[in-house]
């Protein structure tokens, strides 16, 4: 299963640019790269996934590398209630169960 | 969008109950369900992947006599701690998700159970 890297925490001012950086170096050619936040005391959000081409929702912007080895979520104008731990998942899918394995995250801390 | 609903969000509950929590899928059906736990300050951790209709697939160390899955149909999946101890006081979080062939559908998470054993 292809592991990713991320920063421990991160900060940035309400109104700029968040952009949280992932490190899947050893993704495989099928695996997407999936994001998703948990806010204090509650259940993880889907925020988007990829497999090659930069994506946009709503909700952020997801930009993979050309080779595919990283990827940055971009929340475009952050506000204090994206302040969550933010979750980079390359997705197994072994036999179709599809799990996610969370590792530990980054924190955002979006400042007023 | 995908709603998950967990009830209860909260419990409290003396050592030796039986505690059953229930995940719902309001507005699709869920061909499977993911239930995970997680302790203070730490990372989530699957514990079982429920398929509708057949036995859970339980990740390694958690015992599956003491977590009991039941995913009976496609809109609701149970997961009952047997015999509770205080050290599996913890937040227990279901997701939910539809599978399709060559579809990757997100999981969509429910707000998780807060179980505390005195």
Redesign the interface.
Known sequence: DAKTTQPPSMDCAEGRAANLPCNHSTISGNE?V?W?R?IH??????II?GLKNNETNEMASLIITEDRKSSTLILPHATLRDTAVY?CIV?V?GD??????????TRLLVRP | GAV?S?HPSRVICKSGTSVKIECRSLDFQAT?M?W?RQFPKQ????MA?S?EGSKA?YEQGVEKDKFLINHASLTLSTLTVTSAHPEDSS?Y???A?L?TQGA?Q???????T?LSIL
Do not use: E, W
């Open positions: 997407y999936y998703y948990q005391s509650q259940g993880p959000q889907y996934h979750y997705r899918a179709s169960s599809y799990k996610l394995i969370f590792g530990s995250g | 998950v967990q499977t993911f995970y990372s989530l951790m699957l992947t398929n697939t937040f979080i279901c997701s998700s599978r990757l997100p999981q969509h998470f429910g707000d998780g807060r």
